[in-house]
């Protein structure tokens, strides 16, 4: 795929992790409310994302520095709603995927780190802008909130809690990457989709980055 530097974009299966999560717990981030994982499937915003999410082109594998992600939908860009881009970024309604990264690394070296998998997408919350939600796949509690990195952070230390129990040997645990890296945001080949896609022109503030040209 054009535009994805050194990194490695790859055809994957559509038959990945998608039982939903057993609880969802939103983390209290200003004024962001306990939601239900399906409450926006009724909003005129989800339905504008599940006409335009992109099914020729996902899902696709991306390798990065930190494992590698499936990326199930970019979502739909919401360009007259303020929260939902800014001067670096958009965040399209509905992106969604699946990231596997490490989680513990061993202390020795003959033993292997410990791996899990992460469904996270973003959903639309109204005027307050985009909520991040992150769960363990396949079955784990989703955490929600307005910070993708808190997001990220909580729904990693309970799968490390988890897993820890089990590990015979010591575990050292690596640092939490960036939720905007994890999520794909920083990641050229899924740059250069969401500026393609339709409404991507017409986000005020946003400073196109990769020099595809506008959709129309």
């Known amino acids: ?13 559509k038959s990945v992790c998608g039982q939903a999560p057993t609880a969802v717990e939103t983390i209290q981030t200003g004024h962001c409310q306990k939601r239900s994982i399906h409450d926006v499937l009724d909003s005129e915003s989800f339905k504008r994302y ?21 990326m199930l939908s970019v979502g ?7 929260g939902y881009h800014t001067a670096d970024h958009i965040f399209p309604v509905g992106l969604k995927g699946i990231r596997s ?46 910070d993708v990195d808190q997001a990220w952070a909580v729904a990693v230390q309970q799968a490390r809690n988890a ?27 899924v740059l250069d989709l969401i500026e393609q896609l339709p409404g991507a022109e017409r986000c005020p503030s946003f400073r196109r980055t990769i020099g595809s040209p506008p959709s129309k």
């Open 101 to 146: 990264m490490n989680i513990l690394s061993p202390t020795d070296a003959n033993d292997n780190a410990v791996s899990a998998d992460f469904v996270f997408e973003i959903r639309y919350n109204g005027s307050e802008g985009p909520l991040f939600s992150v769960h363990e796949c396949p079955d784990g509690v989703e955490y929600q909130s307005l």
């Open 163 to 189: 897993r820890r129990a089990n590990v015979e040997t010591a575990s050292a645990m690596p640092a939490i990457p960036d939720g905007l890296s994890l999520i794909g945001l920083k990641c050229p080949a």
């Open 76 to 82: 739909a860009v919401l360009p007259d709603i303020a």
């Open 50 to 70: 599940s006409t335009t999410q992109g099914y020729e082109v996902c899902p696709f594998q991306v390798h990065d520095s930190f494992g590698h992600f499936s």
């Open 1 to 13: 795929m054009e535009g994805a530097g050194n990194i490695d974009v790859q055809p994957t299966d």
